[in-house]
């Protein structure tokens, strides 16, 4: 294993980056790094890890000489820090970002990057319900897609050698339109997660069932649906806010297929509900086909397997 | 280990009744069990992997001589099954179901139950997407709810058998009363379901993002409701069918709550979706307390931890 680049800056030290300082060790990169986060507490939690060689107090100060910068804040605040890094970044340097939307940030972040520097927008598809400098863990990437977003003229040698940083972090790597980007994320994770938040935000709600029973009762399928909704808020919060036009298409696709179900239970018309039914089982044997999930019951979880 | 019950008669085959076979011989129990199913095949693969002592090709056959009946079958086979074992049950005999609502149960069997039978109505809250009488596994139960939802009058010491009996196998048993139940569990269990089968519906119905495209990228959420949506059609659509009227409001009640959430984003009040979203992290942190979840991230799915 080379050294990829000499010295990378992680940008924010929460699920993902944390995850990427593992992974690079794991990977044997001789890389220097050089973390900073926003919080003092955070520093020093990255600290305590050893998650980086240095852990700096501020975002200008942390690219100071190096070849690869990673921004891995919420989107909400990555303009900012584009603004406050552009003077900095060295010439030849390449920036990536691990946001999950990618139009937004490239109108935020692109018009701060000085000519020479390579700006390759670019998304872990991965993480956990989890957040912060302690969440992270060397295995987050493997055999998950890390999906670059690259704009009109990238250089196709800095474009290579960041696939070639992710790929030995054990991620696939795809390319993909930027606007198509966002509408597959809205699919597979911004409107899942919005549909979760409020399936759990109504089980809280409702007077007539109690919390506890909510919690008790939970095994029969709400579980699942609280662990999404455990997500980062300001995360979450910063990908609909950023991502509004391709979510609120989604759920509306979605509110429209709902009504068509209730409509089918209201009139109990067995067969649209079985044959629907019947239809989603395919997806999922899909996903499991492509090492995208486990097979094991219940995912495997608790750790009880038939 | 007592023997609890001298002959337990299993109707149906399924992931349930499976089950609890698995969890009646890891609890010593001596219990004979008959077990018998409608199709010929599970009837032969239950053979295959001895779950009973005997299996019989009818209802009617099972229930001879037993002193526990437990129909474990779909919730829209229940009448037809409780029609057919009404002349042949023993004086004395419980019988109980597994089923997933309650009102509508109690209705079909109800009427069919010669006196002198004890008819306890019973809901395990626990599963996986796996069905088939291969999927049970002897744990299913472990600190899992037993819902019992008895009938006015009830016999005391036939329903401290019953508990007992659950309680060998692994589980926690609480009594709740019939509409309660089917309300607690749209909550927990028939909304969420139906949510997740419209999601995966919508995601294959889209026809500018592709199946290989939602497969390759679900890790970002998506996946977790591919699970939910793979559970078995037949079940399900009997616990619509059966369960309409809870169902129906709390799929209402859903959907006001994702036009609020639609329209904060909409207009881009993002200290609306922060908040509410803070406010589902507490329901998740109560599941994973109660030893309802595992707080393992991703619930420990793939053996990754961090």
Redesign the interface.
Known sequence: MSQMYSRVALIGLGLIASSMSHAMRRAGMTSEIVGTARSAETRETAEKLDLCDTVVATAAEAVVGADLVVLAVPV?AMEAVAREIGPHLEAGATVTDVG?VKREIVAAVGPHMPDGVHFIPGHP??????SGP????A??F?N??L?LTPLPGTDVEAKERLTAFWQALGSNV?EMEIEHHD???A???H????????????????S??T?????????????????????D??M???V??NN?DA??E??G???E??FA??RA??T?D?DY??D????????????VE?G???D???????????
Do not use: C, N
């Not at 598809?125 to 989890?130: D, F, L, P, Q």
């Not at 409107?191 to 409702?206: E, N």
């Not at 629907?276 to 996903?287: L, V």
């Open positions: 909400g999950s598809v991965a993480g956990t319900e989890h302690e969440s992270g863990f295995e987050l493997d998950r897609w999906l795809d509408l597959v994320l699919v597979t994770s409107a899942p997660h919005l549909i979760a938040y409020t399936m759990v935000g109504v089980a809280d709600d409702l007539r069932v919390d506890s029973e909510v919690i008790k009762y939970s095994a029969a399928g709400f579980r699942d649906f609280t662990r999404i909704a455990a997500s808020p300001t979450w919060r910063d609909f806010l509004k979510t609120l989604i759920l696709r979605f509110t297929e709902l179900l209730q239970i209201r109990e067995g509900l079985h629907y039914f019947t239809r989603t089982r395919a997806i999922r044997r899909g996903i492509a995208q999930d486990t094991a019951p219940d995912f495997g979880r608790m750790g009880k397997k038939p």
